[in-house]
């Protein structure tokens, strides 16, 4: 059970550290995708699709 908990608390750890450093890489362009508790639930769920989806629903609402 232990194991499972730290599982999840990594993948959410890894999923904010994968939206911030593709905001660093990614913000000379002007595409920043907020950090915040959805997008990182998602990110953490669907992985990098996820992050594609938050990207594209970003430059569409610009």
């Known amino acids: ?13 890894l999923a904010a550290f994968i939206l911030y450093g593709f905001n660093l890489i990614m913000s000379p ?9 959805i997008t990182v639930l998602l990110v953490t769920l669907l992985g990098f699709p996820g992050l594609l989806g938050l990207v594209v629903i970003m430059l569409v609402a610009l």
């Open 1 to 13: 059970m232990l194991k499972k908990i730290f599982n999840v608390i990594k993948k959410i750890v």
């Open 29 to 37: 362009l002007s595409v920043i995708v907020p950090i915040n508790i």
